[in-house]
């Protein structure tokens, strides 16, 4: 018998094995030291600067303990893949940081974030302090544009089990990216906080959310320009907060991107101002198209089904005709309870740029209504569309 073959073949595999394994550089290997107090930037770009520049995978570890971290900004390209993991609890310096996001990963491929850990960017008691307090013409001073997360032209990402809370700005901004996974995310802030936005996506495709829980004071899902081929399921949403899931706003600038083929499914949302929506301002040319919400829970949710074409926050965009164009748009099997007389409002510009938006299956009550009938007091609006009806609708205005 010739065992050499079989012999060579096992070591080849063992070597495939154990070359699997990533090298770990543990921050705390750096320098850093979880006592709540240093600042272990230096010690975290040190360890991501050693295992970017591993030609195997490798990944950079910040253990269980208390860090106090500054911004850092983690690039690529890396000779080889790198995962980081966070298991310790993050907390972002008060003062001093003056940047748009607190921890920004830029220029990768492949990258996995993931862990138990925390990232806290102490939003509420940074605001207290006065040198972070608005300047004269209502601009943040220092830390307001905080943002928890950022990914940048992320080819290929993964984000799974960590938890967001109390960012000064948006929690988990995702721009320029494609391939990108998002799950188990957590994201915490108080109702009140302004512009905390849970996950906000820009330019990016071929994107999955799911098992998320996001209770935060502004929206807990941004669609802006540009997001196509996103999948949104299993998202809970509230109590709280503006929007569950906002598509827009578009139309603010000539080189904006459409935003298309999304889908958003077995999603609830609790105690929301508004559950799904459509934005677009009056000014430049896009489209919004391909869309599905479908099979959503509204408890006691202000506006559960909203699209407005003519959004204008201010008066200067009063006299601009709107030229988004809203088309192939359903709302299928949405269920639940509305706490404002205005259950659906569909509002489209009289130059018909809203086309084929469809309601199906639709049953909206009034809060406090276990049973029976939807009460007369929740009403319907749908101004310049004619939308397609199939199934229950109700309450039925349009």
Not at 129 to 157: C, D, H, W, Y
Request: glycine share 8%; aromatic share 4%; charged share 20%.
């Amino acid at each position: 018998m010739n065992i050499i073959p079989t012999f060579s073949l096992l070591l080849c595999i063992l070597v495939v094995v154990v070359n699997s394994d990533p090298q770990v550089f543990d921050v705390t290997q750096f320098g850093a030291k979880p006592d709540d107090q240093t600042d272990i930037s230096l010690a975290l770009i040190n360890a991501w600067a050693k295992a970017c520049a591993s030609a195997t995978p490798s990944k950079v570890l910040i253990p269980a303990g208390k860090y106090v971290v500054g911004t850092v900004g983690m690039e690529g390209p890396c000779k080889s893949e790198v995962h980081v993991q966070i298991d310790g609890y993050l907390k972002a310096q008060i003062v001093g940081l003056r940047r748009l996001s607190w921890i920004t990963f830029s220029g990768l491929k492949n990258l996995v974030l993931f862990g138990s850990g925390t990232l806290d960017g102490q939003g509420p008691t940074a605001a207290k302090l006065p040198e972070n307090r608005k300047n004269k013409v209502g601009m943040p001073l220092a830390v307001f544009v905080l943002q928890n997360l950022r990914l940048e032209s992320i080819t290929n990402g993964l984000i799974e089990g960590l938890t967001s809370k109390d960012s000064r700005s948006f929690h988990v901004h995702i721009s320029r990216s494609s391939n990108i996974t998002v799950r188990g995310l957590t994201v915490t802030a108080p109702p009140d906080s302004p512009d905390t936005v849970g996950i906000y996506l820009r330019r990016t495709h071929r994107v999955n959310i799911s098992d998320v829980d996001i209770a935060t004071g502004d929206h807990c899902i941004n669609l802006a320009d540009g997001s196509q081929q996103v999948n949104v399921r299993n998202v809970t949403c509230g109590p709280g907060g503006r929007t569950g899931v906002l598509v827009g706003s578009l139309g603010k600038t000539p080189d904006e991107e459409k935003v298309m083929d999304v889908a958003v499914t077995n999603c609830s949302f609790h105690g929301t101002a508004g559950g799904v929506r459509i934005e677009a301002v009056p000014g430049t040319i896009n489209t919004a198209m391909d869309i599905t919400f479908e099979d959503l829970v509204m408890d006691k949710v202000e506006n559960p089904i909203s699209v407005d074409q003519k959004f204008c926050p201010v008066q200067s965009c009063e006299k601009v005709e709107p030229k988004v164009t809203i088309k192939d748009v359903s709302f299928k099997n949405i269920k639940g309870t509305c706490a404002s007389p205005l259950a659906i409002d569909i509002s489209c510009s009289s130059a018909s740029f809203c086309k084929n938006l469809e309601l199906a299956d639709i049953d909206l009550k009034p809060v406090g209504t276990a049973a029976g009938p939807t009460a007369k007091t929740l009403k319907s609006q749908c101004t310049n569309v004619k939308v397609i009806k199939s199934g229950l609708v109700s309450p039925d205005g349009c």
